[in-house]
Nanobody, 125 residues
């Protein structure tokens, strides 16, 4: 199971750190992805990190340089540090786990088999 947390309401330019806690799985064997879905829009990939030590990470162009994904395998938790937030970052954020890739991570929803319940992030202007 996955539990996402850390969302909230804040002003543009602020920061938040989302957490994604896993249980019941061998966490280090999974790549982790963060996705988001704004009202009326498709769910889109935000960032992902490879399995194991997380040596590979990818970011959507819209968040590159502002968001940082990381993982702590001992805590079975992944994080998404979000800085310089913008109103267009407003969405429900989901974390997901993918065991199908080995040396990279995927931005495709279909690659992920386990999903958390989502946490709301609202950025006001």
């Amino acid at each position: 199971q996955l539990q996402a947390s850390g969302g909230g309401l804040l002003q543009s330019g602020g920061s938040l750190r989302l957490s994604c806690a896993a249980s019941g799985v061998s966490f280090r064997d999974y790549a982790i992805g963060w996705f988001r879905q704004a009202p009326g829009k498709e769910r889109e990939g935000v960032a992902c990190i490879s399995r194991g030590g997380g040596s590979v990470a990818h970011y959507a162009d819209s968040v590159q340089g502002r968001f940082t994904i990381s993982r702590d395998n001992a805590k079975k938790t992944a994080y998404l540090q979000m800085d310089r937030l913008k109103p267009e970052d407003t969405a429900v954020y989901y974390c997901a786990m993918d065991r199908t890739v080995f040396y990279h991570c995927s931005s495709e929803r279909g690659s992920y088999e386990y999903w958390g319940q989502g946490t709301q992030v609202t950025v006001s202007s």
